[in-house]
């Protein structure tokens, strides 16, 4: 656990989330926890039903909740129409990591001269920022963070430790980028004369939207002429690879180990689960969700839900199966003839 | 290959792998070696019958070996019970990483006043290691990785060259974090609006066990409100995901490229093969098996091996069969159709 | 975009194509873009029929094309046999990024005194190169990057950011690794004694070849005794596993997110789609191709295109499917069953 040594009263907390509070806002507030684990200094919430068992014998010092659950609380209360929204912005005014930002530049860093620099802006330890970057208000770059030639940062951004921004990238307001993230590294682009590969110069760069997050370890790489494009409010989990001159909508989720090939253009308010793998050149509509580990060879054209591939089961079961799978047209060619003879009968 | 230069008696090897020597122990050992390759200043080992055929004509200084095949050994020999495990020991014994360890704070490091060091604490070249943190004894950091504030490291555990372990993570002892790996960074959580999502703090931290292992830019992911869990002697490859509030028990080994989802527990001495993807919120028991790029998406109540998909096959055979795929549901009940109309006859 | 101050002439840009120039070779050319995009004093290229309608209304200062197009060209135009390598070409002669390398070692870095350097090799801000390495004649080594002890690396090889290369790894000429990739991190080897793990030191290296590229955070581990082996022009996308003692041929190219297991062998000029997975211990012979995510569980002896999986499809139809998957078995039984006793009839 992190150490949270914020205090705030349930009255200011009910302020800040607006939020109905039903009991008395003296009650100072250390942090958050589930219904379960939450003691009289913090606040629990109810945002999923499975939960709702627990109401009744908690000993948080208030719970956020819906007005519906009101009556069924035991302690004082914070009524939301959307308490999991409320406990988002909750958890924010704990958040330990704002705390400990220092303003200025740590005199380990290298910042080169041509560098526009926003107001409380905070470059960490053996951080290095090279010639021509602009960084908006409020830009934080972690430790041993490398902020590229040209690339232009928003305010408000912040950049953890060791995570690599290549030149000439452009990066809107408010994105996180966690560490070991690369943005901007070249798109896999070769042409071939028939015995070895050329390289074609990634001369497109990466730009991203408002509100971006991207995960750990992920990388998001440079177009080959145009951009390689992230919309605003897009939220990038870990282990991500994102290919030359993709685009991405608005709003739009990637979990874990997602993998998108070139060029291909995905949609506003998508998700996609974890390890799912987009062919190149695909189009993608709005609201599309893909489930876990699904290959997608071809275009999506009507919003909904898409599959592939097979859960696990015993691998005995699996090996018989298997090995069917690879007779299957001939299984249902079987199947044909013997309807026809049938129906001959 | 690296270079080794480090010599030892055959006798002083005999002694640290507490096998039973035949032969004369003033032999000189500089490494080891496969039995085709070893020279005679090398060990050879035969921990798998497949190589039993190289036995008779090794030019090994000596063999590493199980009793029952002492007698067909051309040169002198450890008997061991396990060579397997005689093979680890021995290869530890030539392991010039820990040579290369210089005691102390390298003067390109930015180390924090309040940071608490144990006796025989490494800290590498541009590395960062922040307010509040503790490093046991022999602690090793590498060249430009970078401790976030108030984590613990514990005695004897080392960090490889650009590791980062972010703000409030507990590591045990004899942890091994290979270059790139990231563990804390923020889980992937985030409540919708509606339109558009917004952020949930992530105020759990990561705790490591001791003699964890986390392979090359693998991350493990730090918890909303409690924290990620992983056990005690849990092998992680490289490029694995683990998202957060996941917990992993002891001796649990991932190969690369496993990804595990939020919340899902995995039990005791499990083995996830590479690629593997496990669906969040899943609980899977102890001693389960799970074979390379299968998907599980339900838990798993009974030990043993489980696997999902189809092996690779020539495509245009792969084509029919994909295709048929989409018409399985549609197969099955024409069969049940023709079994049905075929027993009224 | 990535600014691009250089300006070439279309002549000068003739002669470094070898293309045959028609039309006026004065013409002033600061770039390349797309048919559509092409402005006055850019190249623009016309490598793929698909945008053969585009090339009517181009505005571009010159196009690069197949002779067989050049009648239709209605601007100064430069006639090459392959248009897509030319394309290449044309990019490196507009790549920003050599001119900002600046030869020499950056103050910040820390460089051990027993290092061997070549001529013109520039070394970055807060990089770390460790004893007894050899850097190549004109050897970049990007900013934050860490060259571990006793590792060689050829001429004219670059390292992007944040790269780490680990002790005893050998690169060859014209190599290019970018930002967070790790080349020589443990492979993942370990002996069980029934209850706990025991590592396996690796003390092989990684041997790299000419002109081999690496993508953003891809792993490639050391071997365990013998090196991991890469060939004389691989390429390797982003998030991509090699495990330790794999061997990959020449010319072989590699997707992003491919995972490959430990000792795998695949052949020269092969290629592997998106998210493939090979297990351990194969032979892939010369000239396969494997389509996205596939799965190989056994050696390919045969040239050609291999696949595995089934394409994604609407949820609803997809769970039937997949449900009918766990029953392939018994359906072609029940089918063999079904013939049998219509023959009886």
Known sequence: ???????????????????TLVGSGELPIRGLATLKDAGPDQVAFLANRAYFKDLATTRAG???????????????????????????????????????????????????????????????????VEDGVMLGDNVVVGAGSVVGADSMIGEGTRLHANVTVCHGVAIGKRAILHSGCVIGGDGFGFAHDGVAWHKIAQLGGVVLGDDVEVGSCSSIDRGALGDTVIGNDVKIDSQVQIAHNVCIGDHTALAGCVGIAGSTKVGKHCMLGGGVGLSGHLTICDGVQVTGMSLVTNSIHAPGVYSSGTGAMPNQQWRKNAVRFKQLDDIAKRLSRLEKSQRRD
Chains 1, 2, 3 share one sequence.
């Open 62 to 128: 208030a719970v956020l909740l819906h007005p519906e659950h009101g009556k069924t609380c035991p302690v004082p209360r914070l009524e939301l129409d959307n308490p999991y929204l409320g406990y988002a912005r909750l958890s924010q005014l704990f958040d330990p990591v704002p705390a400990r930002d220092r303003t200025g530049i740590h005199p380990s860093a290298v910042v080169a001269e041509s560098v526009q620099l926003g107001a409380g802006v905070c470059i960490g330890a053996q951080a290095v």
């Open 1 to 19: 656990m992190t150490h949270v040594h914020k205090q705030l009263t349930l009255a200011d907390i009910a302020r800040q989330l607006d939020a």
